[in-house]
Every structure is written in C-alpha cells, then in structure tokens.
C-alpha cells in the first residue's frame, strides 16, 4: 500500500451519474512537492474538491496520515490541515485584504501564532500588507490571487493543495507566482499543485501525475515526465 | 407644529425598535437566502414570554429580556435543526412554503396554549408613566424605553457580528458559503446560529413591544409585513439598511399624525373627513409596494 502523508486509492467521482474520476490512485509524502497536470475538463479540480469532501467520493479511499477520511465535513477536513485555494479564489470580496487572510486563520486558537503566520504572509506578499484595508474585490487578479495563497497559508498546512495559481494572469505574474510556489517549497511546505504551465510545474515539482479524462496515464519524476509521450498526448489531445 | 414634532418623535422612537424586529430577517436572509414568513411568530412568542414570565414571577417585564433572549434563541436553533434543515434540500418553493407553514404552525401552537383573547401588561416601573421631552412632545416611558433598549441591542448584535470570530465567520458565510467552508467554517453551525441570533432579537423586540402592545396569536402578520418591508427597503441581508430603513418604516407608521398636522395647518374641509386612522398600517403595505416595483434591491443592494 502506498504511503504518503496524503494517499489516495482508486477514487471515483461522478456528476449525477457520468463517471468523470475513473479510479484515481496518487500519493504526496511529507515535504514533497507533486503536480497534477491535465488538459481542461480532465478532472483536476473535481479531485481535489473530492479531497476537501466538497464533492462526494462514489468510491474509493483517501487517506490523510493514515486515517480515512472521505466521509468528513469539509470544515473538519480543514481542521485536520489539508488547505485548497480553488481555481475560483473564492475570495470574500467586499471585505478586506486582512480580513480575508485572518479568515483562514479561522481554524487557528493561539492569537501569536496567528499574528506570527500574517507577518509571515505579509513578507511573502509585500503588497498585500500595503493593501490590507482595500476590499479584496478592488485588487488586481494577480494580488487576488495572493490573497488567497495567503489566506491559505494562515492555518499552518500540512499540505497546501493549489488548483491553477497562475490562471488568468500575465507572463511575468505567472512567474512570480510560480516562484512564491518555489519559495514555499524550500521552507518544507508539502504542496499538491495543480497547473497547466506544464514546463514550469514539471521544472519546479519532485513528482508528477499526468490526469486524462478522469485517469492517470503517467507519473514520475519532472524530467521523466517531460520526456514522455503521455505530457505530449495529454496535452496536445492526441 | 407640536403634532407635527410628536409624529416624528413618536415615529423614530418606533422605528428603533422596528430595527430590532427586522434585524433577525436580515440577518436569516443575508447567511442562508430564506425568506421567514414565521419572523413575526417570534416576536409573538417573546411578547408572551416576557408577560407570562412578569406575571408568574411577579417581576417587571423589563426584566424577562434575558429569559425572552434565551427563548428566541432556543426557538431558532429547534427550528433549524428540526425543520429548515430538511426544506433546504428542496426546491426553492419547499423553502417558501416551509417557513409560511412554519407560521402556521407557531401560531397555532400559541392558540391552543394561550388562546385567542388579547392579553397586556397592566404593572410595570414604566406603565403609565410618561415623559416630557419639551416643545410639549410627551413620550409614554415604556416607548422611550423599547427604543433605547433595542437600539442597545442592536448594536450588540451589530458588534457580536463585526468584532468576534464567531461573527466574521457568520458573514463570511453569508458571502460565500463554499469559500467559507475551505477555510473551515462549518456552514451548518453557521445556519443554526444566524436562526438562534435572529430569533433572540426578534424575541427580545417582542419583549420589548408586549409592554405597550396587546398580545395575541394572530399580532404576528403584522410585525412581518412591517420586517419584509424594512428588510426590503435596506436591501436583504444588510444590518445597517435594516437600521435606517426602520427608522423611515417607523415614520411611515405615523403618517396619520402628519396628515392631522395637514389638516390643521391648512384647514381644508374634505381632510378632516378622511379617515385616516383607521388604516395607519396599509401605507406599510403600500410602502412594501412601491419598493419592490422601484427598487427591488432596497437603499443599499442586497448584503452588504
Ligand atoms: N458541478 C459539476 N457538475 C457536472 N459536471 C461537472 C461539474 N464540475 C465539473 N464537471 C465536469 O467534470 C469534468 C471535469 O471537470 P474539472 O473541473 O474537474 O476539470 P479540470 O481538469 O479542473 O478542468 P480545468 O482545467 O478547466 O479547470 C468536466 O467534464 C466538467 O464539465
Ligand atoms: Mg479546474
């Protein structure tokens, strides 16, 4: 049996009937970095919302140290540290930068660790400090999108799951955003990322699993990967 | 001129307690978009709480807020648990008849238990008594006392809301119920606090009114009729539209002492012969009227 601090085990979703994941079987150990890369429509999102429990699971397991828990709330799911920023933001916008972020502490009791965690936050993203009393809905897509990195930072992770950080933005906030990623990564955050910028993902992940129409055609290390014929097949919809 | 001070007077001192009656709608409205026909049952079963409880116990009304408080909040969260939680799997229609058969059935509760006569507080420190506010404007102490004690009870809540975890968590919610889910925040506890908070407010409201007001199962309708127009007019879900619309509701309801400052000013034969206290309420109705056809998102959009 696979190991792993997240461990997945022929999972299967379905949309009122239409099997759209087809017996998902994946695993991130501790500290690791993995990229789920995928063409639109493949299933990348209906994963990790069937690990957050937002999305019934039709069969199969998922395992989080060990312990299943495919069956909790999603409320619960977070208390155990699994955190998801959705491709959607999902931003409370008409509140502000700092609230937002101190919501993703909503988990969090220490109030010092709290304070420590935004401090922490606002050094990874300086221009989310110089914002903090804007509504979310005023800031650019791209400082949107820290903001929600950040929020979901706020709870200490133990594995911090990113679906499409760099969709929608231009070139140069792609790579800053890829790079906070990276940066993330060096201080030991274990990091399940979902992404589109093939190159970049593989170029920045240990491990990756190519998802096809619900299934995984291929897995391995980044250079593996990027030399298989699957990333080409996948990607290019042969 | 003393008329035309009094009807305003009278009017903004209602108006603030019509704020905490609608406070409760809003708040229902703004965490989980269900419209509660049943509102002005609450309010009921506060109006007999703090006059069944000031009788048995021989203290003063005033004193049965927490006990009205602690019922309203009780009330609320059973309601949830035991029935909105079922009809929110439903279509929207199960929701609107759920709650309208929620009224019926709260009301005739209290018809079986109370029965249909009126009832009111005769003893109380401010029965009867009344104060002097200059410009000859003289306000019966149980209204000045309503008004301030739901204006402090308002604010209350506007604060539990704004200042604590628990609170931002509850708007949070109101905002976005799957985002505030991934942040760990369960939307259950969410629901059944925004009904044990709405109902605690609109018990206390009642509390508050029983001392000027007769009780009966049917007094009800009216108070969410008047909360539905509130709640429209400061634009569903927002707590403070809810406070300023109350305050023109509350004006609304003293039209007839603005027209009698009409009649006597300009002296028209035909006005005197206007009725028009004998339908005091109908401009609340026509009031609910011309929001939804004008600006059916109320003064200040819809949550928020
Ligand atoms: N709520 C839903 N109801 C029905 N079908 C859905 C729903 N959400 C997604 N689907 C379908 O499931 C499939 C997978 O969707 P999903 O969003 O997981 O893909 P994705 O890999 O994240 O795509 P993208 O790259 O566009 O974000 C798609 O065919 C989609 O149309
Ligand atoms: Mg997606």
Same mark, same amino acid.
């Given at each position: ?82 955190? %998801? ?36 936050? %606002? ?85 990756? %699993? ?29 | ?304």
């Amino acid at each position: 049996m696979s190991s792993g601090i997240l461990a997945i085990e022929d999972l299967k979703v379905r949309y009122s009937g239409l099997p759209v994941l087809q017996g998902i079987s994946l695993h991130v150990d501790a500290g690791e970095t993995v990229c789920v890369l995928g063409a639109n429509g493949a299933g990348k999102s209906t994963l990790l919302r069937a690990i957050m429990g937002a999305q019934p699971a039709f069969a199969g397991r998922v395992l989080f140290d060990g312990r299943e828990i495919q069956k909790h709330s999603t409320a619960d799911i977070v208390r155990l540290g699994i955190v %998801y920023v959705p491709e959607e933001k999902m931003l409370f916008s008409p509140i502000t930068v700092e609230e937002n972020l101190l919501l993703g502490a909503y988990v969090m009791d220490e109030e010092a660790q709290i304070r420590a965690n935004l401090a922490f936050v %606002y050094r990874l993203f300086p221009r989310l400090e110089e914002r903090r009393r804007q509504a979310a809905s005023t800031l650019s897509g791209g400082e949107q999108q820290m903001v929600a990195i950040g929020r979901g930072l706020m709870s200490n992770p133990k594995i911090l799951m990113l679906d499409e950080p760099s969709l929608g933005l231009a070139p140069v906030l792609v790579d800053e955003v890829l790079d906070t990623v990276r940066k993330l990564k060096a201080e030991g955050m274990t990091i399940l990322l979902v992404e589109q910028n093939v190159r970049e993902a593989l170029d920045l992940a240990d491990r990756g %699993y190519i998802l096809q129409t619900g299934r995984i055609v291929g897995e391995g290390t980044g250079p593996a990967l990027m030399a298989s014929d699957q990333v080409k097949s996948a990607f290019l919809g042969l | 001129m003393e008329i035309l001070a009094s009807s305003i007077v009278a009017g903004l001192l209602f108006g603030m307690v019509l704020a905490l009656v609608a406070l409760g709608l809003t708040i229902i409205f703004g965490v989980m978009d269900i419209i509660n026909f049943a509102h002005g049952e609450f309010l009921m079963y506060g109006m007999y709480t703090a006059l069944l409880a000031s009788q048995v116990l021989g203290v003063d009304p005033l004193l049965t807020l927490p006990l009205a408080a602690l019922v309203g909040f009780l009330l609320g969260i059973a309601c949830y648990k035991g029935f909105i939680t079922y009809i929110l799997r439903g279509p929207m229609i199960a929701q609107l008849l759920g709650t309208f058969g929620l009224m019926l059935l709260l009301r005739n509760i209290a018809l079986l238990v109370f029965g249909s006569e009126d009832r009111a507080v005769h003893h109380g420190v401010l029965v009867d008594k009344s104060f002097e506010m200059g410009m000859g404007i003289i306000v019966p102490a149980t209204k000045l006392a309503a008004a301030g004690l739901s204006v402090v009870a308002f604010v209350a809540v506007w604060l539990l809301m704004n200042r604590t975890r628990m609170g931002k968590a509850l708007t949070a919610t109101a905002l976005n119920p799957q985002g505030a889910r991934y942040m760990g925040i369960s939307t259950e506890k969410m629901n059944a606090l925004a009904w044990g908070i709405g109902g605690a407010s609109v018990t206390v409201a009642g509390a508050l009114i029983v001392n000027f007001w007769p009780v009966n199962p049917y007094v009800g309708l009216l108070f969410t009729m008047i909360a539905f127009t509130i709640v429209a007019l400061g634009g569903f879900g927002s707590v403070p539209g809810a406070f300023f619309a109350a305050l023109v509701v509350g004006l609304i309801t003293e039209i007839p002492g603005f027209w009698d400052f009409l009649t006597y000013t300009l002296e028209l034969d035909w006005m005197y012969d206007v009725p028009m206290t004998s339908f005091k309420y109908m401009w609340i109705y026509v009031a609910y009227f011309i929001i939804m056809v004008v600006r059916p998102r109320g003064l200040f959009g819809w949550k928020h």
